[in-house]
């Protein structure tokens, strides 16, 4: 059930439209390979170690990427919890608008909640399952987004909600003082005691 205070759009409204997929080049006229030893890379919400091997297709009308980036090893920063890195793959199949293969865990004191990633970059798709599968899709999701499995079902959304605000406004406030202060913070966060 939803909450009165949580509202989530028109239940009536059709699926928004998938963009099509750009077909691979035709007539090829220059092919650049890129081997992709390992490397080292770090954002503010993932660090890790990638590699691969591409290729760069350029014809006469247009350009594509074949070839997969994998990461080696890694872990990410998502609505204030760590997430391991089980795998990730980034597929090019002859567009620039990749496969994705990506599954992240957390694990909590009684549940690990497994987040797959999959489908193109430009409509990606999430999966979530647990170990105990107890658990409903709309619990999974209340957990990936900042919920406490151990707290009250009746408050999770709420709670969840509270969180993404609160990342989301912590982000925003980071941008303005970053610009004030003549000092650089790495990092700006809030954490909401109650979700309300």
Same mark, same amino acid.
């Given at each position: 059930?939803?909450?009165?205070?949580?509202?989530?759009?028109?239940?009536?409204?059709?699926?928004?439209?998938?963009?099509?997929?750009?077909?691979?080049?035709?007539?090829?006229?220059?092919?650049?390979?890129?081997?992709?030893?390992?490397?080292?890379?770090?954002?503010?919400?993932?660090?890790?170690?990638?590699?691969?091997?591409?290729?760069?297709?350029?014809?006469?009308?247009?350009?594509?990427?074949?070839?997969?980036?994998?990461? @080696?090893?890694? +872990?990410?920063?998502?609505?204030?919890r760590s997430y391991q890195l $089980?795998? *990730? =793959?980034? &597929?090019?199949?002859?567009?620039?608008?990749?496969?994705?293969?990506?599954?992240?865990?957390?694990?909590?004191?009684?549940?690990?909640?497994?987040?797959?990633?999959?489908?193109?970059?430009?409509?990606?798709?999430?999966?979530?399952?647990?170990?105990?599968?107890?658990?409903?899709?709309?619990?999974?999701?209340?957990?990936? @987004?900042?919920? +406490?499995?151990?707290?009250?079902?009746?408050?999770?959304?709420? $709670?969840? *909600? =509270?969180? &993404?605000?609160?990342?989301?406004?912590?982000?925003?406030?980071?941008?303005?003082?970053?610009?004030?202060?003549?000092?650089?913070?790495?990092?700006?966060?809030?954490?909401?005691?109650?979700?309300?």
């Amino acid at each position: 059930p939803i909450s009165a205070d949580m509202a989530f759009g028109d239940a009536n409204a059709p699926p928004p439209a998938k963009p099509p997929v750009k077909q691979p080049p035709r007539r090829v006229w220059l092919v650049a390979n890129v081997d992709l030893q390992p490397t080292s890379v770090q954002a503010d919400e993932a660090r890790g170690v990638i590699a691969g091997k591409l290729a760069l297709r350029v014809g006469y009308t247009s350009m594509g990427l074949s070839g997969t980036i994998s990461a @080696l090893r890694g +872990d990410a920063e998502l609505f204030g919890r760590s997430y391991q890195l $089980d795998h *990730a =793959a980034v &597929v090019f199949d002859g567009t620039f608008d990749p496969r994705l293969d990506v599954r992240l865990i957390h694990d909590f004191d009684d549940l690990e909640l497994v987040a797959d990633v999959g489908g193109r970059s430009s409509d990606p798709q999430l999966g979530l399952s647990s170990t105990p599968s107890s658990y409903t899709q709309g619990q999974l999701l209340s957990f990936l @987004l900042g919920a +406490d499995p151990g707290g009250d079902p009746s408050t999770a959304g709420k $709670d969840a *909600a =509270a969180g &993404v605000g609160a990342a989301a406004l912590s982000t925003e406030v980071g941008k303005v003082v970053g610009k004030i202060l003549p000092v650089k913070l790495d990092v700006l966060s809030y954490q909401t005691a109650t979700a309300s």
